[in-house]
T-cell receptor, first 113, second 113 residues
């Protein structure tokens, strides 16, 4: 069963804690992305990676970190430095190096209190 | 210059009617223009996409119209159905410039029966 998986679907954390969101794909895609979605804001790019062991900051990278040790995996860590971490987080992947088609996972809703 | 402006923010259409969502961009280097459909609590799904070498692309009830000189593109949903009720996002990217997808802020479509 091919696709992009994100886990967990819902995540609750206390303020001040770091939390890592999982994203795995078995589509053999080179590029992977993380977006944040807030009501009325559309999708805002956090980080993206075009190849293993390389990644670039997006528009709102502050307070987030990523790693890309394997082609299939692109975990996102929301650190305690992120001022407003409660949001819907979406992972995507694409077949080419950094542009064109992107396919999204089901998302993780993070709530920090 | 990196923005993609989408309108309207929300849209109510009668069943069987035509839904029209518009997007405008400034960056003439953009060369890929997809539309995504998102249902509540789910990740966006790629609906249809166009490149600047054609002025129109049709897939079933969904049509993208592209006006390169005006730097605008639009999504037309013919014979709109209640099942089309969702949020729609336009996006744009430039392979030449190596930009990831830049999204509009979304349009919430409600199709009344």
């Amino acid at each position: 069963d091919g696709g992009i998986t994100q886990s967990p679907k819902y995540l609750f954390r206390k303020e001040g804690q770091n939390v890592t969101l999982s994203c795995e794909q078995n589509l053999n895609h080179d590029a992977m992305y993380w977006y944040r979605q807030d009501p009325g804001q559309g999708l805002r790019l956090i980080y993206y990676s075009q190849i293993v062991n390389d990644f670039q900051k997006g528009d709102i990278a502050e307070g987030y970190s990523v790693s890309r040790e394997k082609k299939e995996s692109f975990p996102l860590t929301v650190t305690s430095a992120q001022k407003n971490p409660t949001a819907f987080y979406l992972c995507a992947s694409g077949p080419t190096g950094g542009t064109d088609e992107q396919y999204f996972g089901p998302g993780t809703r993070l709530t920090v209190t | 210059q990196q923005q993609v402006k989408q309108s309207p923010q929300s849209l109510i259409v009668q069943k069987g009617g035509i839904s029209i969502i518009n997007c405008a961009y400034e960056n003439t280097a953009f060369d890929y223009f997809p539309w995504y459909q998102q249902f509540p609590g789910k990740g966006p799904a790629l609906l249809i996409a166009i490149r600047p070498d054609v002025s129109e692309k049709k897939e079933g009830r969904f049509t993208i119209s592209f006006n390169k000189s005006a730097k605008q593109f639009s999504l037309h949903i013919m014979d709109s159905q209640p099942g089309d009720s969702a949020t729609y996002f336009c996006a744009a990217s430039s392979k030449q410039a190596g930009t990831a997808l830049i999204f509009g802020k979304g349009t919430t479509l409600s199709v009344s029966s």
